[in-house]
């Protein structure tokens, strides 16, 4: 979210410099030429687009004008003005799917809101809905944005309430919270409370603790002792079973697949601690170890919990994919048009797509010609041109022209559908890396069961003393449990982490550390990863002299990427460019733009829409043309690409010098994949693969052995990304990309990928140095606990002793020394 | 001090605790939690007039009951002439 609303801000400075004058409505800042401009009493109103005027006066005419004072300075988005679907809401397909009826009578909807930007945008929903009749409920999420809806539909239909929502700037999508929401929701109020509960017991032991600690080095009397030992028994034993309860969930199901995971060593270490202090509270003899108890469960518990968190949020923004899809197609049946539930769409059905329609079904154009936005499947920005027979993918956009095609897939196999649901799977579970990163402590956890049994059975047999036998079993158990693993692997990682974060590198969980250490294979996606994804011009050529003022309000009016770039040069090489007012502007997708100034006719574009006007031009290269012609005459030309990212070749360089593979994935085609690749270095590239065909290739890696990291940024990587063991995200990206990955990357250099790299391997090496000495700590306490020679000082300084030095160790990672890019 | 006067406060004390407790456990399962960011952003808006939103759309609901309770009220007197 944060990324998502930092990247918007960095938009807006870039495309609206300071010192204009802001909407009243949205505060955006325009030029004031373009601005409708309203006089109201003494005041002047500013607004920059009808929509943005009709929210103000609604607002103010129905008292909610207090809205602007919560609001400050925060930017929104101009009310766009749309109302074209709203029947859908009303049909009987959407109501099956998203409406639950109440037993009585009342409707319930959950819905996304999108244009939410602060908690001000919130009252205002909220308020408008509340004030709307029959609206029973109205109750908006400040976090996520997702709202719960209950009306009577006896007296509203929901078609109307959309249109109240969106009557105030906002838009609202449906989702179905049962497929991932609810349970989601669950297990998070689950651990919720056990860690609560964790939490109110281990404090409370703590200073109970406090008095044993003081009473055993100055001296108690016995039933002081019976007292605090009572106490902290009655708080331990709420931790160990209640929230202690994962743990012997998890222990449970590891026996039923014989697997010893973390979870039976927590649980047995917790569990024989709490017997072992039961007897030697009963017995009078001894300590009591109820507080090493309820902190190992609050802290391994709290860990657990952060997992919970950051599956919740790839959740909610699954939900918003899913959402804005359409759950109707326009069909043509005999020359009739119907809407059909896309459920009910069979192979060979005709369907219409109209301009800004989403695509949900994949098909093969039979009449009329378009260009669509494939950007969410192939990750390239320019529109592609469709025409008879080509195929059309599920997900990309219909930009500009009706068109009819043949439906070639049913909905469950298109492929959208198909990536939602591989996406599902992939959040739900992510087996790789929980058995890399158990698998150390299985061993080490079987090893000391293992011990503890043999000391036990030995001392009975031998000693033939039940009571002595079992204290030491126990003992063995204790001493090796709690400090030597317990602190090892989080100590070491919580300092990489902390000093990744201060390098803007986010890794979302402290394992990915040590599974990134031991990746042997890099999967890099070109635009976006290596590249900036913006072309930029790197050639120009001036034909005839011209006004650069003409060009660029020419390129301001499109929001392509290719005139986005052009408007940069010229803002660069340009002191005052002013915007002039264009008449009969016309964009012609994927081709160019048109207009006119002053009688004088404009045109800009690629070769074949200059191709389209009479001029000829023709050359080959592997750059992207732009064209600018006055009144049919050629007067400049300019050359775009698009450029690496600032240090990629050498990144990458190091990253190849470390010993792994890198290789390149991406939707573009050969040509342009093999000049980036050459400029960078890397000899593998896969060129032209489609989402799920990245997938295939980590699939692939993974089955010749090897530990995959990879990194891309759009929504066409996030299969690939969910797949591979380590997923690295740029800040920018698309918001599932970077829900679905493990590590984010604020500043989006290539250089931090390798830092990355480096800090992860340095803090793995410090987890096995600190490993290392815990099993040498073990080699000597267990020992000592097994021939009985170890009594309760002699543990607790033990203990104390070797998880300080775990911590001093660990923190040697921080002098890692980076080179400093200031 | 006696033994007494130490198992008092201890027991007083965690009492207090275990009732604060219980209150945010209640406050979890009530759904109270659920929302992280309202409990910072949500009080900046915190006024009297919420209250009032609370209460109308509180009769809101009331209203629609009592409407359907008479229209049942209406069904169950209506006999047919027969």
Not at chain 1, 68 to 80: F, H, R, V
Not at chain 1, 552 to 568: D, E, F, M, Q, R
């Amino acid at each position: 979210m944060m990324a998502v609303l930092k990247h918007w801000f960095h938009k807006l400075n870039k495309e609206f410099p300071l010192a204009n004058i802001a909407c009243t409505h949205c505060n955006l800042e325009f030029d004031e030429s373009v601005m409708i401009i309203e006089d109201e009493g003494d005041k002047k109103l500013f607004f920059c687009c009808k929509g943005c005027q009709g929210v103000y006066h609604l607002l103010s005419s129905e008292g909610l004008d207090t809205f602007y004072d919560k609001l400050g300075d925060t930017k929104l988005q101009p009310a766009s003005q749309k109302s074209d679907d709203l029947e859908k809401f009303d049909l009987e397909g959407f109501k099956n799917k998203y409406i639950t009826t109440h037993e009585d009578g009342l409707y319930e909807i959950n819905l996304i809101i999108e244009g939410i930007h602060c908690s001000a945008c919130v009252w205002l929903n909220e308020k408008v809905l509340h004030k709307t009749e029959g609206v029973l409920e109205a109750t908006i999420n400040y976090t996520n944005n997702k709202a719960k809806i209950v009306w009577d539909p006896d007296e509203i239909q929901l078609s109307k309430i959309i249109e109240t929502i969106r009557s105030i700037g906002y838009n609202a999508y449906p989702y179905d919270p049962k497929l991932q929401e609810e349970r989601a929701v669950k297990t998070r109020k689950d651990y919720y409370s056990r860690i609560l509960v964790a939490v109110f017991g281990s404090m409370n032991i703590m200073w109970i603790a406090i008095a044993h600690y003081a009473g055993y080095f100055s001296g108690m009397k016995q039933e002081f002792k019976d007292i605090l030992n009572v106490a902290e028994f009655i708080l331990a034993t709420p931790v160990l079973f209640y929230s202690g309860w994962v743990f012997f969930r998890g222990a449970y199901y590891g026996y039923k697949n014989n697997i010893v995971n973390m979870d039976t060593l927590v649980a047995s270490g917790a569990l024989s601690a709490y017997i072992y202090s039961i007897y030697a509270m009963v017995t009078q003899r001894g300590e009591v170890y109820f507080d090493s108890v309820a902190m190992i469960i609050t802290f391994v518990l709290v860990g657990k919990y952060l997992e919970v968190l950051s599956k919740k949020h790839a959740v909610d923004t699954l939900d918003s994919i899913m959402g804005s899809t359409p759950t109707e197609v326009t069909v043509i049946t005999n020359k009739e048009k119907s809407l059909i539930s896309i459920e009910n769409i069979t192979l060979g059905d005709t369907i219409e797509l109209k301009p800004g329609e989403k695509v949900v079904i994949d098909g093969i154009v039979t009449s009329g010609q378009g260009s669509f936005d494939e950007s969410s499947l192939t990750g390239e920005s320019e529109p592609v041109y469709k025409q008879e027979g080509d195929n059309i993918l599920s997900g990309s956009l219909c930009l500009d022209s009706v068109l009819r095609y043949e439906a070639t897939k049913d909905a469950s196999s298109s492929l959208l559908h198909s990536i939602v649901s591989l996406l599902e799977e992939s959040i739900t579970k992510k087996p790789r890396i929980e058995q890399l990163a158990d698998a150390v402590s299985g061993y080490f956890s079987s090893i000391i069961l293992a011990i503890a049994l043999v000391a036990f059975t030995g001392w009975w047999f031998i000693g033939g003393d039940f009571e002595h036998a079992l204290i030491i079993g126990i003992s063995v158990i204790v001493i090796a449990c709690p400090c030597a693993l317990g602190l090892a692997t989080p100590m070491a990682t919580l300092v990489g982490i902390s000093i990744a974060a201060k390098r803007g590198i986010l890794f979302k969980e402290a394992t990915f550390l040590e599974t990134m250490a031991k990746s042997d294979l890099l999967a890099l996606d070109k635009t976006g990863t290596i590249t900036e994804g913006k072309p930029s011009v790197v050639h120009t050529q001036t034909l005839q002299k011209y006004d650069h003022n003409l060009l660029y309000s020419l390129v301001s009016t499109s929001n392509h990427p290719i005139s986005k770039g052009i408007a940069a040069y010229l803002k660069q090489n340009n002191e005052l460019l002013q915007e002039l007012p264009l008449e009969d502007i016309k964009t012609i997708q994927a081709k160019g733009i048109q207009s006119s100034y002053q009688e004088k006719k404009l045109i800009g574009g690629n070769a074949s829409y200059m191709q389209t006007f009479g001029l000829s031009v023709e050359e080959q290269t592997e750059n992207t043309l732009f064209y600018f012609a006055i009144e049919d005459q050629l007067v400049a030309r300019f050359e775009l690409s698009d450029t690496l990212r600032e240090g990629a070749a050498e990144a990458i360089k190091e990253i190849q010098a470390m010993g792994t593979r890198v290789v390149m994935l991406t939707g573009d085609h050969e040509q342009s994949a093999q000049k980036v690749a050459q400029e960078v270095g890397i000899t593998e590239i896969y060129a032209k693969l489609l989402p799920q065909e990245k997938a295939t290739m980590i699939d692939k890696f993974h089955e010749e052995g090897h530990i995959v990291v990879m990194a891309g940024d759009g929504i066409n990587d996030t299969i690939a990304l969910a797949k591979s063991d380590i997923a690295i995200a740029m800040g920018n990206g698309a918001d599932v990309a970077i829900s679905v990955s493990d590590v984010v990357l604020m500043d989006e250099k290539p250089g931090s990928i390798y830092e990355a790299y480096r800090l992860s391997k340095r803090t793995f090496r410090a987890v096995k140095e600190n490993l290392g000495f815990s099993l040498l700590y073990n080699v000597i306490a267990v020992p000592l606990a097994v021939m009985g020679f170890v009594n309760p000082l002699v543990a607790a300084l033990s203990m104390s002793l070797s998880s300080l030095m775990v911590v001093g160790n660990s923190i040697r990672i921080k002098t890692l020394k980076f080179k400093d890019r200031s | 001090m006696s033994e007494s006067v130490v198992m008092l406060m201890i027991g007083v004390s965690t009492f207090l605790g275990a009732l604060g407790l219980i209150a945010l456990l209640w406050g979890v399962k009530t759904g109270q939690f659920d929302d992280q960011s309202k409990f910072i952003d949500a009080t900046h808006f915190d006024n009297e007039e919420d209250l009032r939103d609370a209460v109308m759309m509180e009769e809101k609901r009331k209203a629609r009951l009592k409407k359907r309770e008479e229209e049942k009220e209406k069904k169950k007197n209506y006999m047919p002439a027969d």
